[in-house]
């Protein structure tokens, strides 16, 4: 079990991946709003951006693929550690979850860094019920652990993430696919997550679930109007993230 509690300010933070590694005081969002800052995807080793990275249109939203680019823990930690230790607000660090060793190397090494205040936990799209669960031991420590879980698969994992006393569930944005026209002759598939407000009636029935399930939810996907932010909130969820709309310069 974590033996610190994460307390928000605010109920607002942003989704990992929308602003960066760790939070800008002279950007376009207003730091204050937030209740925690969420850093883009870590993972232990460097990733490089997936081959044939997509960014896809269609109505009510878009497709991005990217592979979660990052430097590696090593070098994120040496370029950003200090300005965590100066955030104005809590710090997560999102780790992406690729196997158990990973994660634990991850852990230990972040639970020494001043300013760190707890981990997003990412696990993988296609994710077994007890893969999740190796994950989830793994990851908790001295530092609260949000546990980011697929979409789609909230009605699986729902009932078996409450037994590992995570501080809360966080929702990562559904996958899809697109067909992406070459030439008048043929056409290829993309892969990838979906954003857009196309997505709020899937992400509200997550919370839903979640919220019905006893789990401790932040809300996320599709978040585009302060309506729906109450609505999240009405709904159970204690923390609500945004994504796509952070990138318009703010909310």
């Known amino acids: 079990m974590p033996k610190f509690d994460l307390i928000l ?4 933070m942003n ?4 602003l960066g590694f760790a939070p800008d005081l002279h950007g376009p969002v207003d730091l204050a709003r937030l209740g925690a800052f969420v850093t883009n995807p870590v993972s232990l080793a460097p990733r490089s951006p997936a081959d044939g990275g997509r ?3 269609f109505p009510g939203g878009f497709l991005l693929h990217t592979g979660h680019p990052n430097p590696g823990m090593k070098s994120v930690l040496r370029r950003y550690a200090r300005q965590w230790a100066r ?3 809590p710090v997560l660090v999102h780790l992406l979850a690729q196997d158990v060793i990973e994660i634990s190397s991850m852990v230990k090494e972040l639970e020494s860094v001043e300013g760190v205040r707890g981990i997003e936990l990412g696990l993988p ?5 007890q893969a999740a669960g190796e994950l989830i031991r793994t990851a908790l420590g001295e530092l609260p652990v949000v546990v980011r879980i697929p979409m789609e698969k909230v009605s699986e994992l729902a009932p078996m993430v409450i037994e590992y006393g995570v501080t809360a569930v966080s929702l990562a944005p559904p996958r899809g696919a697109l067909p992406t026209s070459t030439d008048e002759n043929t056409s290829t598939i993309s892969y990838g997550r979906l954003y857009g407000p196309s997505i709020f009636p899937l992400a509200l029935a997550a919370v839903q679930i979640l919220v019905a399930n ?3 939810t932040i809300g996320a996907g599709g978040i585009y109007h302060p309506e729906q932010i109450a609505a999240m909130l009405a709904a159970g ?4 993230q945004l994504d796509a709309v952070l990138w318009r310069g703010g909310f």
């Open 214 to 216: 006893g789990v401790p």
């Open 125 to 129: 799209p296609q994710v077994t019920a």
């Open 15 to 18: 989704a990992a991946g929308t």
């Open 9 to 12: 300010s605010h109920p607002l």
């Open 237 to 240: 969820a204690q923390g609500v």
């Open 55 to 57: 960014l896809l249109n």
């Open 87 to 89: 955030s104005p607000v």
